[in-house]
């Protein structure tokens, strides 16, 4: 089983629309959580951390849920400039301090 | 602020023939990570330096790879001899502490024909 799974997508969504991406993760020790965005050909760039408690960068709402291990990324009014591929990744940090990655969900926003 | 930067972007060689690939990470992080995606896969760990120690090197696929960090500052990746399935961009990623996000590198495309 994977360590981390999300939906590949693609989503297509209009200018101006909310999106919501799950993923879940295998290994209850992990630790720490983010997400990444990575355009085509480059390498991923961290969007966010993820906290327990659920946070928020402008039109970004991330939370995570350790009862279920599942993580959650909410796009508001998106825009163009939004289209990339989104992934989500856990890392355990219990005797390792290395990151695993989802193979990642495609977003395009159509205008 | 710079950036993790690799050399080179791009490698194209042949079977059986030697690669390095160099990173050098944001200054002043101490935490240097190598990962590797392979076309069609997600991006997966290969090893983690803290400074120039070896923290982590679970994700090595086998002895033809060999990292160093001399001096705890750059990174070298060398592949020796490279085979078909070593195809793929290796990322090098830095961090300051262990605990936070990672910044990662533009990536090395690796072509081995």
């Known amino acids: 089983r994977k360590e981390v799974e999300q939906d590949p997508g693609p989503f297509n969504v209009p200018e101006g629309a909310t999106v919501a991406f799950n993923c879940t993760y295998s290994n209850s020790a992990s630790q720490s959580f983010f997400w990444y965005r990575q355009d085509c050909r480059k390498e991923p760039k961290l969007l966010m951390s993820v906290y327990s408690s659920g946070n928020e960068d402008g039109r970004f709402t991330a939370q995570l849920n350790r009862a279920s291990q599942y993580i959650s990324l909410l796009i508001r009014d998106s825009k163009l400039s939004d289209s990339a591929t989104y992934l989500c990744?856990?890392?355990?940090?219990?005797?390792?301090?290395?990151?695993?990655f989802g193979t990642g969900t495609r977003l395009t926003v159509i205008p | 602020e710079a950036g993790v930067t690799q050399f080179p972007s791009h490698s194209v060689i042949e079977k059986g023939q030697t690669v390095t690939l160099r990173c050098d990470p944001i200054s002043g992080h101490d935490n240097l990570y190598w990962y590797r995606r392979v076309m069609g896969k997600e991006i997966k760990f290969l090893l983690h330096f803290v400074k120039e120690s070896k923290q982590d090197e679970s994700g090595m696929p086998n002895n033809r790879f060999l990292a160093e960090r001399t001096g705890g500052t750059y990174s070298t990746l060398k592949v020796q001899p490279a085979e078909l399935e070593d195809s793929g961009v290796y990322f090098c990623?830095?961090?300051?502490?262990?605990?936070?996000?990672?910044?990662f590198g533009p990536g090395t495309r690796l072509t081995v024909l």
């Open positions: 990744v856990v890392n355990r940090q219990t005797g390792a301090n290395n990151l695993f």
């Open positions: 990623a830095s961090s300051a502490y262990s605990r936070e996000g990672q910044y």
